[in-house]
């Protein structure tokens, strides 16, 4: 059974926060991570790789293509749980 | 010691440790590979004879944190190609191929067994650099790629046939044809890494692989490497006329433009 759409999104947070270094609690579902990461598009690559482990899911990067928010991440990665 | 036993240069560095020739990248930001880069790894060619007396294996590794390698520099790509006449851009891209591949296949073919200790970015001719060694141990973080077809070209330091050399077509036209990144766990699944180690610790588990590979009679593993890893070199030489002909297409002009405008610092292609 797959998780809940929010602990999907609440995960993301945290693994980004703790990789990129920056208060969990300074990061909301529908900011856009690179401006909030002040990240770049290879570390973002390097944040799904992350996420990819976590989740235990395969998430081609072109499906990534355009999204540059939390939720709508999560919604991709949901897709695969 | 002789020169040739150890160096520090600009892009990389090698040095002998305990029987084990370690050669790191160290170019920043995630050791592109351009002229310098392709001089220091000639230098490094042209030294392996004398450290193949002295060592029985090799560890090539990244100590850039971002990764390590992401491919060609394309920044100088671009700029030289710019400055030149089409015809002698694409003698110059030609030249440096050449350079590049008999580099690649001198370590290819070297008789220490090869160990590329992969973290993070390992794209384009990063990768093709990692498929040269005889065994690929990549941290849980790393991630591979073929971008080129983005540019409009196919690789051209010898991915494809040294990939078809481990694997089926079928994954090679997914990686070529998609230019999809891949993380460990997938490319182990696919063939081409043979450990996944946790993160930070793929530099260790190299050097304790090279010292389980040290425990065994030199000579047989040098004839068990030549005989289960020939070069494929008709492939090779069929890649580099193919990569030179694509690149004369203004759809590759347009693609490193677009690369090289990118507002973003470390544009992944477009």
Avoid at chain 2, 92 to 115: C, K, P, Q, W, Y
Avoid at chain 2, 169 to 188: C, E, I
Avoid at chain 2, 223 to 231: G, T
Wanted: proline share 4%; with cysteine.
């Amino acid at each position: 059974m797959s998780k809940p759409p929010e602990q999907t999104i609440d995960e993301i947070l945290t693994l980004a926060a703790a990789q990129f270094k920056v208060a969990r609690e300074t990061l909301a579902a529908d900011d856009d991570f690179f401006k909030k990461l002040g990240i770049d598009s290879l570390q973002a690559l390097s944040l799904l790789t992350r996420l990819e482990n976590h989740f235990g899911v395969e998430l081609p990067d072109y499906e990534l293509q355009g999204v540059s928010d939390f939720r709508t991440l999560a919604a991709r990665i949901q897709a695969r749980l | 010691m002789t020169a040739a036993a150890s160096f520090a240069g600009q892009t990389l560095s090698w040095e002998i440790r305990d029987g084990v020739v370690e050669l790191a990248l160290h170019r920043a930001p995630c050791n592109e590979i351009g002229s310098r880069t392709l001089e220091e790894l000639e230098r490094f060619a042209a030294a392996l004879p004398d450290l193949e007396d002295r060592a029985h294996a090799l560890i090539l590794y990244s100590q850039q944190a971002a990764g390590f390698c992401a491919g060609a520099d394309l920044r100088e790509l671009y700029a030289r190609a710019s400055a030149m006449q089409k015809d002698a851009a694409r003698l110059g891209v030609r030249d440096f191929l050449e350079r590049i591949h008999a580099v690649l296949n001198r370590m290819d073919m070297s008789s220490m067994t090869t160990i590329a200790a992969v973290h993070g970015v390992c794209f384009g001719g990063g990768l093709e650099l990692a498929l040269v060694c005889d065994v690929i141990i990549a941290d849980k973080m790393a991630r591979f790629c073929f971008p080129e077809l983005r540019l409009g070209l196919i690789p051209g330091f010898g991915g494809i046939p040294r990939l078809k050399r481990d694997m089926g077509n079928a994954v090679v036209r997914d990686l070529l044809l998609t230019g999809r990144s891949l993380n460990a766990t997938k490319a182990q699944a696919a063939g081409w890494v043979s450990q996944v180690v946790g993160e930070g610790e793929a530099l260790r588990v190299a050097r304790g692989t090279a010292a389980q590979i040290g425990k065994f009679d030199r000579a047989t593993s040098a004839a068990a490497k030549a005989f289960i890893k020939p070069i494929p070199s008709e492939e090779l030489r069929r890649e580099m006329d193919l990569f030179c002909e694509l690149f004369q297409r203004p759809a590759v002009e347009v693609g490193l433009k677009k690369f090289v405008e990118s507002a973003d610092a470390q544009p992944y292609l477009p």
